[in-house]
């Protein structure tokens, strides 16, 4: 440790101490009003109340005849009570018909219950014939109407602000006759690799050289959290061309994200340049994969670097660059993977107490219940860990690693 | 049920026999390639051979020197072993430099690992002066080194078609060389409303009629399962305008929703257009909610007519149309829900046995571990069921109902 110290990082930060530091420089986007057709996804940018009852009347929940419950009393398959049919409400209609004890009104499913009614009888429970119709069964008031206000009451909050917008959140919206939403403006984002062992593909394979597959990687997950990827680019090892770029990237990105270059090798560029040109929040985090992270601000944009290798990367992404995206967008729930609680399939032992471990498992279900399997890997580079895991289980620092059978909590991969 | 089948539904068909029926009438779509940077979500048309090793060469997996393990035998902090630094390999480099017993090369993280040497010693175990490098450490042959291959061999199949790409896989296809890749295109879907008493967002809400949420929700839930909206409207229940309407999307769309209009109602229309233009492969699912759901045929295009009941059309598309998209597309997960597996809070008694019946849950946590809480409501037009709802919890056919504590299958919401 003492040798680390010397030559590596002078200190390394907790996750949590480092989102802490990154968040009091976090601002929430400004707001911006969209259709409620190109909603998905997006984050509310305010809380929503109800202008209005969902149902907005009494309507009926069945196809049948609006009755007066008393009418059917006692009624039965054997014993049928008889009303007199006088007239039709459908659906959309805003009827003034009137109803009257003895008397029976045709009414669809989602059709204004008329003044009078206080209850539908379905259609299946009666028959009619010449205008009379035939109650077979016996109805307690209110039965098969849907009260106004049942589901909504004017003037409710329905939503709050920070919730991401799903289907169902839409078609609550609608419902309530929004035609459009305020949401939070997506957050732009730069995502640069560097490395002079860095490829593009289609490029011809050449010794000592590997394709470079952190950009599509990271701006694909900037895309599932929400932010817009504005520049993705390989840049060499070079340390002005580095500088230059972030420069230029800092100009319209709210976050700039880099893959490797971030560590203490010779040409680890990154650590040099932030503190040149902007501030270094923190350098080096106590979790594994993922020690070399660097957060630091550049003007006003958030500079995240990620270590080079992908795993390291991609789990660096959704413990702290992700985290911060969501947190520009104001959403409730900073991190949005799935959690599952399941039995750990074998003992872990854990080397570097201090650490947070970023343990793949794989999920598998084993008889009436769900396990997950730790997958065996080698290095934080062995990309085919993540293909073959499902998520990851987080062994906090200074718990000495996992017993078999003992309960986790598995953060599922962003879907 | 007599009555029910006199005036309703002649048949109800379970969810799987409707299914099977349908996937009969289902073909996968052409291919088309894609950049790599735009394939996120997209499903894979072909399964993926590696045309190389990963890593492509033996590689350091530390920044240090490369050595012979055997230098290092014996070393310890109070006992360091002295060897002689002879040159450098940078990462990226194609290096000629050989490495013989008693000497050491500075090497980076993802530098090849020069001829003679078999392990590398971190930095941080290291001190050096005067060229000459002192180990405090004792190695074992391979030590800190990523053989060529440790990953991913060539020729190995690395994913199968049917994958839904996401963040990770497309960082396993660029480190692949991947510039684009094979995907099934999207299905081309139309979305429509039909119901007298539909509003649109921004309309003046006047009695008897309600804000149409169906369009806008089936539409979302058709974008998260990876299909093209291409058409999304509200009609009138007009008969020859939803058979026009039907006909002019057939054209185009491979997939065509229609919710409301599908029961037994007076304006239900459906039925007969679709009876008349083309096949009506089901009518009637033994579900709840949802058993007015239609599947059918005209000309190349699935048809589905879902419940105009928002929940009801939710649950159904997950459990149906959702499926079918997903079918088209050739994705090996067809219910791309999560699932997890929980306690129930409490008995859930079931009434009308030979449903499915789709019970909305919230899940919640509870000491160390997650319970399934049922949702009060009170029918299927309930919006705000789904927005409290975390997901859904299928009761079988035949099943009476659930035990409290009893475990159970969770699919959690798409997202």
Redesign the interface.
Known sequence: ME??R???FSKLTSVSEALEILFSHIKINPIEEVE??SS?NRVLAVDIMSG?D????DRS?M?GYAIQAEDSFGASTKNPKEIKLVG?I??????FLKLKKGEGI?I?????IPVGADSVVK???TEIENNLISL?ISLPPGKNV?KKG???NKGTQ??NKGTEL??????????????SIKVVTKPKVSVFSS?????????I??????????T??????V??YGGEVIR?ETVK?DLNYIKKKLIEAAEDSQIIIFTGGT?????DYLPEVIKESGVILTHGIAQRPGAPVLTGLLNESLVFCLP???VAA?VSFLKMAGVAIRGIMGCSLLD?R?E??VEISRDVPVSGLGYLHHLRVDIKKSE???VAIPVKL??S???????KSDGIVEIPPHQEGLKKGE?VIVK????
């Not at 669809?108 to 204004?112: D, E, K, R």
């Open positions: 040798k680390l010397k030559i590596g409620i057709n998905l209005m969902i149902p907005p009347f929940a196809d039709t459908e659906i959309g209609e805003s009827s045709r669809s499913t989602g059709a204004p259609i299946e429970d077979y849907s049942e589901d909504i329905v939503l799903k289907a169902e959140h839409i078609a609550l919206l609608t419902s309530l006759g929004f035609k490395g002079d062992e860095l490829l593009e593909p289609g490029d394979l050449i010794p000592g050289k590997i394709y470079n597959s952190n599509p990687m990271i701006s694909a997950l895309h599932l993705g090892d560590s203490v090798g010779t040409k080079g290798t992908p991609y949005p799935s599952i609680i009436d219940k769900l080698k290095g580079g062995v990309i085919s860990s993540l293909t309960k599922l991969f962003p879907r």
